[in-house]
């Protein structure tokens, strides 16, 4: 798991436009690979940055980058709560909703929608989404938007400039910590 592949994937989260992103990553060894995450989240910490893996596959796994204190404040929103609540979430802690997430990724059902919460998207389009099998969107980016398109067009603008920035000043030699704005 490369810097490189860290800021392509996750640049709005490393920006603070962004709540998280999630990402599948090869790997060779299970081990290997929590030793990375764990050596990554010692550089991202001092930032407010944490990385965790969500769900382990044959040989790829699903990794979550987030801003702990973002996702806090995003549990807290009445809509974002009514929907975890009618999900099974309990809302005591952000790590424990993180949890019940990996538990929900982990148990081969279908992919838990509301995931989409859990990366800063609008409740009102996670619950477009969940309502309306994925159907019906009013327009299409880096999520299916079932409410203001507009800021929706502009989120969506707005994180592609940032990662073809950070893409670009990553290749002309900044570190990946030099991107993360704080």
């Not at 860290?6 to 690979?33: D, H, W, Y």
């Not at 989240?41 to 596959?57: D, E, Q, S, T, V």
């Not at 809509?79 to 952000?94: I, T």
């Not at 592609?160 to 002309?172: A, I, Q, S, V, Y």
């Amino acid at each position: 798991m490369s810097d490189e592949l860290i800021v392509r994937q996750c640049s709005p989260t490393l920006a603070g436009l962004k709540t998280g992103n999630m990402f599948s990553a090869e790997f060779e060894s299970k081990a290997g690979t929590i030793e990375r995450i764990r050596s990554l989240n010692l550089r991202l910490a001092p930032y407010g940055l944490c990385m965790i893996p969500l769900r382990f596959m044959e040989k790829r796994v699903l990794v979550y980058m987030y801003s702990p204190k973002r996702l806090s404040e995003d549990l807290e929103r009445p809509q974002v709560r009514e929907l975890l609540r009618g999900l099974g979430y309990d809302l005591s802690s952000a790590g424990g909703c993180i949890a019940r997430l990996r538990r929900r990724m982990g148990d081969g059902g279908d992919f838990p929608h509301e995931v989409g919460l859990f990366l800063g998207y609008p409740a009102e389009d996670v619950r477009g989404f969940i309502e309306n099998r994925a159907a019906g969107c009013k327009c299409l980016g880096c999520w299916k938007v079932y409410g203001d398109v507009n800021a929706a067009k502009m989120r969506f603008a707005s994180f592609e400039k940032c990662t073809r920035d950070n893409c670009g000043r990553l290749r002309r030699g900044c570190t990946l910590e030099q991107l993360i704005s704080q």
